[in-house]
């Protein structure tokens, strides 16, 4: 039996992954900040038969400070994690920042993602075959990281700090192979295309229009979730992979530069300790 753990599990990609995996048989923990709808899933599991082997754990994720306490919880109750599946988001059309200071997209897409990857490396590395898959944007050509404002003080547009967040993503990615190197753990980037989920976030009018728009020409979640689940059911032999909706990306050029991501890793971690000071 495998144990998955899902942040952002309790909508679209997340939940419909949590669902398959318990249908299977296995042990799924959800990570999600909205009770009800972690209680909504766990009635589903329920019904499904597998109540014993779902688990939800309340965290808001764009809190470090919660997310260090959710790694905690899985640490004390697990002895293993087969697979780590990383989907929370949530659009903004205004900036807003956390009560720990952080900008809340910066915060939730890509500072949560990293805690877990590198706090639940362990549990990883006691299966037999564990995996990562970082549900982002893979290697986008556009977008800016703002090395000096990566909380985008200045000018702040919601797509632009989804953008960033993608980019970073990528040097986690790249950054987590460079700190692991004997780890056995997978570490997948993957984007799965459009996919019809509720598209979490606080939109402007116009931004809401794109949206609708986008949901109406997206693909089912059924359909969408099958490569992250060909991911965690046959991990790629190599450290680090990423993929756009199937197609293999070449890990080249700026979006996996390994020295930005040493960049990136140590600034993360200034960042970080801080929070925890």
Known sequence: M????????????????????????????????????????????????????????????????????????????????????????????????????????????YLSRFVLSHELEGLLSAASAPVVVNVCGPGIDFGEIRWNDLGRERDYTGIDALMQGSRLNDLLGVGFAQQHPESP????????????????????????????????????????????????DAPPSTPLSASTMGEPLELAGSAFDPDAARRLYGLTAVLLADTAS
Not at 74 to 96: E, P, Y
């Open 185 to 232: 753990v997978r570490y997948v980037l993957l984007n799965p295309g459009s996919v019809r989920t509720s598209f979490s976030g606080e939109y402007d009018p116009v931004m809401a229009e794109q949206i609708e728009a986008a949901r109406e020409n997206a693909k089912p979640v059924e359909e969408g979730i099958q490569p992250v689940l060909a991911a965690l």
């Open 2 to 109: 495998k144990t998955i753990v899902v942040s952002g599990g309790t909508d679209g990609i997340g939940k419909a992954v949590a669902l398959t995996y318990l249908e299977r048989g296995d042990e799924v923990v959800v990570l999600g900040r909205n009770t009800e709808k972690g209680d909504a899933l766990l009635v589903e599991a329920a019904r499904r038969g597998a109540a014993d082997r779902a688990h939800f754990i309340t965290a808001d994720l764009s809190l470090v400070g919660e997310t260090r306490k959710a790694a905690d919880e899985i640490r004390a109750r697990f002895a293993k994690i087969d697979g780590l599946v990383l989907c929370a988001q949530h659009f903004r059309s205004t900036r807003l920042v956390t009560a720990e200071g952080f900008e809340n997209t910066f915060a939730l897409y």
